[in-house]
């Protein structure tokens, strides 16, 4: 029995996890914070105000910063049990 996993848990941490991820990864790439952009650089979308409060120096709008980060829109639901299932038999 090796199933230290709650999923409750590993869900909450995921969410923190990819928020906090986000933030570092943008301190992490540009030293200094610049302005944020009222607009994305991107696509022009304005950016709302809690974004860029949130992320200082914040470029992209939500969908051009995951687009680029690569990662798929964050979904609450995701069961992955019958795969893990199917290893134990
Ligand atoms: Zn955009």
Redesign the pocket.
Same mark, same amino acid.
């Given at each position: 029995m090796a199933g230290g996993w709650s999923r409750d848990g590993a869900v909450n941490e995921q969410i923190d996890a990819s928020i906090q991820d986000e933030l570092l990864r943008l301190k992490a790439r540009r030293g200094p914070v610049g302005e944020s952009l009222t607009h =994305?650089a991107? %696509?022009d979308?304005p950016i709302p105000e809690r974004r860029r409060a949130a992320i200082p120096g914040v470029k992209? =709008?939500v969908? %051009?910063q995951q687009e680029r980060d690569g990662r798929p829109v964050a979904r609450g639901g995701v069961n992955r049990r019958g795969s893990k299932d199917s290893q134990l038999k």
């Open positions: =994305c991107e %696509c979308e992209l =709008c969908d %051009c």
